[in-house]
């Protein structure tokens, strides 16, 4: 089958790895030829270009851009796809995409597989990096089910698990588990910067082990992307937000009383309750086949 990638960062040369292990025709684009040449180089793609015309021949194309420019890539795009084409994207909110790509192509199915590294670029494209790993499809009653099966039989060639929910469910659960997680590790960094005595602010530095690294890392990360998951999903990141004040003041106010029996209460639950958000065994049935939301 002849794919087309569009964007040929992390996300995009790894699928382009992937994709040309399993025997497909990869046709990438991005617009900076050193990218391209480092995709050939590295056997991510069999043609890579600037050009999005070549995509006339590919039978599916994973639109890789990051979310910003998706709708002007979208409108580049069109007059070169064929009209089976079926379109699919890997971003990480999918309201904004789905209501911008659905009217104006049929064919399309939202899409976001859930991973990654803390490189980016097509550099750090690696094989295996969707194994295992969630892979959600967000059809609404509008998507064409030969599209949806069409992506579903891509992703699921990668080892993805692969997950169903329309694209507002997939938002709220990913505000929860992603982008608020940005933000509270963002602001704990901030906090521990608003420290006024210098010589205490590079104890605490020096001193910084395991658990402030892995509490601090995703609000190390790139800044575009928090600002992409603020402006395309502020919403559901506010009423995330909203909530972890509310814990926030709980336990605030927990300390303040003293009441170390309560606090213990509650540690003992988020104790228990911190497994369930890793163990792909809590969900019933097969789990390539969940289907989340209503």
Avoid at 134 to 161: D, I, N
Avoid at 183 to 193: D, F, H, K, N, T
Avoid at 252 to 276: F, K, V, Y
Wanted: aromatic share 6%.
């Amino acid at each position: 089958m002849n794919v087309g990638i569009v964007g040929l960062g992390l996300i995009g040369g790894s699928l382009g790895l992937e994709l040309r292990s399993l025997g497909h025709y990869v046709l990438g684009v991005s617009r900076r030829e050193e990218t391209c040449q480092l995709a050939r180089r590295q056997e991510a793609v069999d043609e890579a270009s600037a050009k999005l015309a070549p995509l006339a021949n590919a039978e599916i194309v994973f639109i890789c851009t990051p979310l910003a420019v998706i709708a002007p890539t979208l409108e580049q795009l069109l007059p070169y796809l064929d009209p089976e084409t079926v379109l699919t994207d890997v971003a990480s909110v999918k309201m904004p995409v789905v209501e911008t790509v659905s009217p104006k192509w049929s064919n399309f199915v939202g899409g976001h597989p859930m991973t990654g590294t803390a490189e980016q670029g097509i550099a750090a494209a690696q094989i295996g990096l969707f194994t295992e790993t969630p892979y959600v499809l967000t059809p609404t009653e509008t998507t064409p089910k030969a599209a949806l099966r069409q992506v579903e039989t891509v992703a699921r060639s990668l080892g993805s698990q692969i997950y169903f929910c329309p694209p507002q469910d997939h938002d709220r659960a990913v505000a929860w588990i992603s982008h608020l997680p940005v933000m509270v590790s963002a602001s704990l960094i901030a906090a521990c910067r608003s420290e006024s005595n210098p010589a205490i602010l590079e104890l605490a530095q020096q001193l910084a082990s395991f658990g402030f690294h892995d509490t601090s890392r995703v609000g190390g990360g790139n800044p575009e992307l928090g600002v992409m998951m603020a402006r395309y999903n502020r919403q559901e990141l506010l009423r995330s937000l909203g909530q972890y004040r509310q814990s926030l003041d709980q336990l605030m106010s927990l300390i303040e009383q003293e009441d170390g029996q309560a606090l213990e209460q509650l540690l003992q639950s988020t104790n228990q309750a911190r497994p369930q958000f890793f163990s792909r065994k809590h969900h019933t049935g097969n789990p390539s086949n969940t289907t989340l939301g209503g």
